[in-house]
């Protein structure tokens, strides 16, 4: 089926690193979602973008709809320790529809 | 955002069985959603489920094998029939509201999961 693709799969950085992770689509989306999973939980949502062009910030985040609504970037500035996790991007089609999930990126960060 | 608890919180079942998973939202919600995220993976969308009609089940899902209810606008249950070892899984469960003050129709908000073993 439709697949996103998110890149890079996993990252290990320094805490105080800038962290850049980006998704991907052949297919042009309406909205796109950034969730983190914690191990065990479910995925927590920490941004939604829903303007082709648009750049939103939550905190140290930011994350931005591309242009051409077939992708969309996620910044994470001066991590910190409790920024481990899986981090996936989500595409949805029109309002209502199902969410097509990346494949996650797994960031790692040393203290 | 929408608080979803989900029961069990895990549980370890046998080859041949049924388990039946639940799924309440704080609120009432238009759409529910049923994924699985096999170990290490992403999710996949197993069907949608509105309240009065039948469920959506998406390509490679059919309802024999994961039947879904949605009795009201805040529960919903999945359930796993005739489990096998390609069953273990993490199955979560998402709602989709309305407009409603800040909140707008595109967000889906994540229950804890249910993380299955079968034997």
């Known amino acids: 089926g439709q697949q996103l693709n998110q890149s890079p799969q996993s990252m290990f950085i320094q805490e105080g690193e800038d962290v850049s992770m980006n998704c991907t689509s052949s297919s042009i989306f309406n909205t796109w979602l950034w969730y983190k999973q914690d191990p065990g939980e479910g995925p927590v949502l920490l941004i939604a973008?829903?303007?082709?062009?648009e750049l939103t910030s939550n905190g140290r985040l930011t994350a931005q709809f591309g242009i051409t609504r077939k992708d969309s970037f996620l910044n994470i500035s001066a991590s910190i320790p409790s920024d481990v996790g899986i981090y996936f991007c989500?595409?949805?089609?029109?309002?209502?529809?199902?969410?097509?999930f990346g494949q996650g990126t797994e960031l790692s960060v040393k203290p | 955002s929408a608080v979803i608890s989900q029961k069990p919180s895990r549980d370890i079942c046998q080859r041949g069985t049924s388990l039946t998973i639940q799924c309440q939202v704080d609120s009432q919600v238009t759409m529910m959603f049923w994924y699985r995220q096999q170990p290490g993976q992403s999710l996949t969308l197993i069907a949608t489920?509105?309240?009065?009609?039948?469920?959506?089940?998406e390509s490679g899902f059919v309802i024999d094998k994961f039947p879904i209810s949605r009795p009201n606008l805040t529960f919903s249950t999945l359930t796993v029939s005739n489990m096998s070892p390609e069953d273990s899984s993490i199955y979560l469960c998402?709602?989709?509201?309305?407009?409603?003050?800040?909140?707008?129709?595109?967000?889906?908000?994540f229950g804890p999961g249910t993380r299955l073993t079968v034997l």
């Open positions: 489920a509105n309240q009065g009609s039948e469920a959506t089940y």
């Open positions: 998402s709602s989709q509201t309305g407009t409603s003050g800040s909140l707008t129709y595109n967000e889906q908000f």
């Open positions: 973008l829903y303007k082709a062009g």
């Open positions: 989500a595409g949805q089609l029109y309002q209502g529809g199902k969410l097509i």
